[in-house]
């Protein structure tokens, strides 16, 4: 007995208790609806007979079956001590009070909804996913959760795939606070490795004390053999040949010092039937298979710890009140609720879909009886038709949603264009007015750039006849230049003589010729000429005073050659008459006179050859004086007209700079233009579609209002219609037809 007697507080909790333990352990191993009434009968007959009452009075309803549980009572252990220790035997769950829940489903099924939220956000734990906790599941969770919670209780779940036993049993695992222990298996999977999970498995119970469900499917049974060291498991709590002789005797001496406490014995026996008790103690093996085929029959007879060892609960078809809230549940989407559907449609949906399946088993039923064909409707097939129908009511709802807004687009545009076109008029309008302008502007200023290049290709043809007249002058200077620099060329050898000589004559010979009395002819006859060359008296005396002078040399280098006056020039043509009045002879007798004598010929060979020099230099004056007037009134003009040149290509910059304008501006309004024809083309060529968008646009939304129904007879033929041939096809669609009658329509 789960509970104690202080809480079997009237005969009536008794008796249901009693009910409940009964159907635990034997209605639920019945798998015939006939079987199941039959026992009922049986309870209920017992009842009346043995305890004096019905089933109505204990349970106010004949439909109501008796539930009892430790999800609602107090723990009797202090909630705030360390409930996490090792040797902590049991959980938090086993130690609540067994109490009866039949009246309490509402508070149960909140209790474990709290604990299903937990579970999926707690990281450690194995999670069961969204689930929908009906009042089947609920009970499944009672049972799973009655077998856990009793030493070495172990369950056979026995149901198709699809109804929940994993899920539950995960849940239950978790409201009990056991681990939860699964293989993975992998193509490679074989019993080796199967060996080396139940190695975990087995420290974990036996040598960490850990409550663990060990949780196995059928689709994990890669080999049979599996179910052998499953069906050991069960009846005797050992795996033969699990563990290699050292690997068992580590671990016995793990567990060592927890026997010595026990007082136990502490031999290697003793010490492996103690791992072995804690084993069985901690581990619970919840098998979840199917009793599809002859594959179950098979392996309930080969092994039969399987039934014998195990508690059975058979997870039949859903019922529909578990489909609807499923239904409810999946539909309850914002992806849904984002389409806008008519809450009365999907307040109705899950009914529908609920039809369909029932139906669909019907059907199954019914192709098994007539042609021998087995097709299987499984919960699982209820999950796909409404995540189907949830897929296509979203693709086909945005699919039309983005055909009718690409129309309405489309009518936009037509509407939008035939406002641009008004507007393009419009500014194709003022467009042309500042095209207007901008070209008389350009005209204007094209008149003004002619004129003022007119007038500076006259001032330029000036300034070319003025610049070959100038040339002509330069030239003619030129050759007159030339001409006098080569008659002067005559004169300049001798004047460079002298004036070397005159370079070369130390005070010293100066001084030599002053100090004759008495000079030598030539010596005196140069003197008289150098005196009448420098405008003194013409005497021997005048020349030595001249000589006593310390810049006598230097009025010579200095001497005013070019005024020269004629009657000087002919008295030193009349000293020159003398033969011996050269510099070489001279030289003979004295140095200084031979210098001076040098410069007094090169004077007179200067004056004669200036004379016939001074004429064309005055004219190459005269000339020059013109040209460089001339020049200047060239320079002038030149200047002039560089500046009018200048004013010309600032007014051709003007002149380009608009007339690019004018043509951007040509090229905006015959940018327009094109625009305009090509709206006018647009609204000429969519004018038919117009009315065509508008019809298709309103068949669009027709459709979108039959979408519901739909989508909803689609999902079905593809999630149902598959096995059947075209006879039950037939059939389940007409009976789908019905059932979608129930849809509200506007």
């Known amino acids: 007995m789960q509970i104690s007697q202080t809480e079997i507080k009237s005969t009536s909790t008794l008796v249901a208790l009693w009910v409940h333990e009964s159907m635990r352990i034997f209605h639920d191993r019945l798998n015939d609806d006939r079987d199941r009434n039959l026992f009922l009968r049986i309870i209920n007959k017992m009842l009346e007979t043995k305890f004096d009452t019905t089933w109505r009075s204990l349970f106010s309803n004949d439909q109501v079956k008796p539930v ?23 959980s938090a769950f086993c130690n609540q009070k067994y109490q009866d829940l039949t009246n309490s489903i509402p508070e149960l099924r909140k209790k474990l909804m709290d604990k299903l939220m937990n579970c999926n956000d707690d990281p450690m734990a194995s999670r069961p996913g969204n689930l929908v906790l009906f009042d089947q599941a609920l009970r499944h969770i009672t049972r799973i959760c009655r077998v856990i919670a009793q030493p070495r209780g172990c369950a056979l779940l026995i149901g198709v795939g699809g109804s929940g036993r994993q899920s539950l049993s995960k849940l239950a695992a978790y409201v009990c606070d056991f681990k939860v222990f699964q293989i993975e298996t992998t193509q490679r999977y074989r019993q080796q490795d199967f060996y080396e999970d139940l190695k975990k498995l087995y420290i974990g119970t036996g040598v960490k004390c850990k409550p663990t469900v060990f949780l196995f499917s059928d689709t994990q049974l890669i080999e049979e053999c599996f179910l052998e060291d499953i069906n050991n498991i069960l009846n005797s709590g050992e795996v033969p040949g699990l563990f290699l002789p050292d690997e068992l005797s580590a671990v016995l001496e793990e567990i060592r010092k927890d026997a ?58 859903w019922p529909e009140d578990a489909l609807t809230a499923l239904a409810e549940k999946y539909l309850d989407d914002p992806q849904l609720l984002d389409l806008k559907l008519d809450r009365k449609i999907l307040n109705v949906l899950p009914s529908i879909f609920c039809t369909i399946h029932v139906n669909a088993t019907k059907f199954s039923t019914s192709m098994l009886n007539e042609t021998k064909r087995a097709n299987y409707i499984t919960p699982t097939k209820y999950l796909d038709l409404v995540q189907t129908y949830k897929s296509l009511i979203c693709e086909k709802t945005n699919h039309i949603s983005s055909l009718a807004s690409k129309l309405r687009n489309g009518l936009g545009k037509l509407g939008t ?106 010596v005196e006859k140069v003197m008289k000429a150098v005196m009448c060359l420098m405008g003194k008296e013409p005497t021997w005396q005048s020349a030595k005073k001249e000589m006593g002078f310390a810049n006598f040399v230097d009025r010579l280098k200095k001497y005013d050659k070019n005024n020269i006056k004629p009657a000087i020039l002919k008295k030193i043509k009349a000293y020159r008459k003398d033969p011996n009045f050269v510099p070489e002879f001279v030289w003979k007798i004295s140095v200084a006179a031979g210098a001076m004598c040098d410069w007094v010929c090169a004077m007179d060979l200067y004056a004669d050859v200036y004379k016939k020099v001074k004429p064309l230099q005055d004219k190459l004056e005269g000339a020059q004086k013109e040209l460089a007037y001339k020049q200047r009134g060239l320079r002038q003009k030149q200047e002039e007209l560089k500046n009018v040149e200048a004013h010309i290509a600032s007014l051709q910059a003007d002149f380009r700079a608009a007339e690019n304008h004018k043509n951007l501006l040509q090229e905006r309004k015959h940018a327009l233009e094109l625009k305009k024809e090509r709206a006018l083309k647009l609204i000429d060529g969519l004018s038919g579609e117009k009315k065509r968008w508008e019809v298709s646009i309103e068949q669009y939304m027709k459709s979108k209002l039959h979408l ?3 989508c909803a007879l689609a999902a079905a033929f593809i999630t149902y219609a598959g096995p059947f041939d075209a006879g039950y096809r037939e059939n389940l669609y007409r009976s789908w037809r019905v059932a979608l009658k129930e849809m509200p329509s506007d």
């Open 417 to 522: 264009t035939a406002k641009q076109v008004q507007l393009l008029e419009f500014e194709l309008k003022e467009q042309g007015k500042i095209v207007d302008a901008e070209s008389l502007k350009c005209e204007k200023l094209n008149v003004v750039i002619m004129e003022e290049k007119r007038e500076a290709q006259a001032q330029r043809t000036k300034v070319e006849e003025e610049s070959l007249k100038s040339k002509a002058d330069v030239e003619r200077c030129s050759k007159l230049e030339i001409r006098a620099s080569v008659e002067l060329g005559k004169a300049l050898p001798a004047l460079e003589s002298a004036k070397a000589a005159l370079d070369n004559l130390s005070k010293k010979a100066i001084t030599e010729v002053k100090t004759y009395v008495t000079p030598p002819p030539m």
């Open 68 to 90: 009892f549980g430790r999800f609602l009572g107090e723990p009797d252990y202090d909630p705030n001590g360390d409930s996490d220790d090792e040797d902590f035997d049991q």
């Open 260 to 317: 010595e406490r026990e007082g136990r014995r502490l031999s290697q026996e003793a010490l492996y039937n103690y791992f072995i008790e804690r084993v069985r103690k901690n581990l619970h093996v919840l098998l979840c298979l199917s009793p599809v085929g002859s594959a179950f029959r098979n392996r309930c007879r080969m092994y039969p710890s399987l039934t014998n060892c195990c508690t059975i609960n058979w997870f039949p078809p």
């Open 708 to 710: 519901p129904g739909d």
